[in-house]
C-alpha cells in the first residue's frame, strides 16, 4: 500500500491519529467495489465516531483533495458520489 498521500503538505496539521485512522481504512478499503464502499465507508466513520475521532469539514475536505491526487476523472468522479451519498444518508 503507497502512504505518499500522508506526506502531503496540506495534511501537515492533522492529528497523527486520524491519519493512521485513514491508513488502515485505505488498506482495508483497497479492492472493494463502489457498491461495497459506502458501507464500508459509514461502518468507519461509526467507529471512528465512538472511539472519539471526528474530522472537521475542512479536514474531510483535504482528506478528499488528497486522495483525488493522480487519479482518473472516473475515479475523482466515482470519490464525489460515493461523498454525495454519505451525506444524503447523514
Known amino acids: 500500500m503507497d502512504t505518499n498521500w ?3 503538505p496540506k495534511l501537515a496539521g492533522m492529528d497523527k491519529t486520524k491519519l493512521e485512522m485513514l491508513q ?3 488498506e482495508q478499503g483497497t479492492g472493494k467495489s463502489a457498491s461495497d464502499m459506502l458501507p464500508f ?3 468507519a466513520a461509526a467507529r471512528g465516531k465512538s ?7 475542512d479536514e474531510i475536505s ?3 483533495e488528497v486522495l483525488k491526487m493522480g487519479k482518473s476523472p472516473q ?3 466515482k470519490l464525489d458520489r460515493i461523498v454525495s451519498l454519505m451525506k444524503m444518508i447523514r
Open 6 to 8: 500522508q506526506n502531503d
Open 41 to 43: 465507508l459509514m461502518s
Open 24 to 26: 488502515n481504512l485505505a
Open 62 to 64: 483535504t482528506v478528499l
Open 51 to 57: 472511539n472519539g475521532l471526528q474530522f472537521t469539514s
Open 75 to 77: 475515479e475523482a468522479a
